[in-house]
């Protein structure tokens, strides 16, 4: 498969990373909005100095959402190269806010599917570094994990695929899909069918992936088909 292809298919985005990326915002207002209460009972300038340190808190926190918002409207519309411009820009002038390390991940993102593999994953890796929550970790490793495949880098996918494929998540599935197919291609035919196996104790997994995951497991691996009161 092209590079093209293979990089295109996985530049994935989990749901609702706006949505919580404000929610996240709007916590950090509230709670500073406590202490900008809290310093109008306090004495003289101190209190003063509190209110205007965080009058600028609150600017910046909504410029990186409208920006944010933007940068987004541009990703949704398939300006790929514009949007991977303005999310730098995010990351790079609200840095502090919730905003700007979502806004790496989407860069991310962006150069996914401008097909550049190398800045893609080097977008995700330095999302990772910013400890972020699991299912986010797990849409950034998978990305990493496309984009080391797409530069030939298979021992580095499987390592990313597998890392994701530990985390519960929306991803879950695709991650031990990617792993297997991973070790397929290295020969480890025994890891791959562990992890065939392991995807079909789920009984919520698609029917067509069952199917072709299924022949390939021995049958003395294959757990009980699932029952309807499992589906």
């Given amino acids: 498969m092209a590079t093209h292809d293979k990089i295109d298919r996985k530049a994935i985005a989990a749901p609702d990373e706006f949505q919580v990326a404000s929610q996240h915002a709007l916590s950090w207002l509230q709670t500073h909005r406590m202490l900008l209460i809290g310093g109008v009972v306090g004495v003289g300038l101190l209190g003063g100095a509190a209110a205007v340190v965080s009058s600028q808190r609150r600017d910046a926190q909504s410029a990186a959402a409208i920006a944010f918002r933007d940068a987004h409207k541009q990703y949704a519309e398939k300006a790929y190269a514009e949007a991977g411009t303005a999310f730098q820009h995010i990351a790079t002038d609200s840095a502090g806010t919730p905003f700007a390390k979502l806004a790496v991940l989407y860069r991310g993102h962006a150069l996914a599917r401008q097909s550049d593999a190398a800045g ?7 999302y990772l570094a910013t400890n972020p929550v699991d299912y986010l970790r797990q849409q950034a490793l998978l990305g990493l994990a496309v984009a080391k495949e797409a530069g030939g880098d298979q021992a580095g996918a499987l390592e990313a695929y597998t890392q994701g494929s530990a985390l519960a998540g929306p991803l879950q599935t695709d991650a031990k899909l990617g792993a297997a197919r991973i070790q397929e291609q290295q020969g480890n035919a ?6 065939y196996a392991d995807l079909l104790k789920d009984p919520g997994l698609d029917a067509t992936v069952r199917t072709t995951i299924t022949a ?4 003395e691996m294959r757990p009980p088909d699932p029952t309807p009161a499992d589906l």
């Fill in 190 to 195: 025994t890891g791959a069918r562990t992890i």
């Fill in 120 to 126: 893609a994953g080097a977008a995700y890796q330095e």
């Fill in 216 to 219: 390939k497991v021995p049958s």
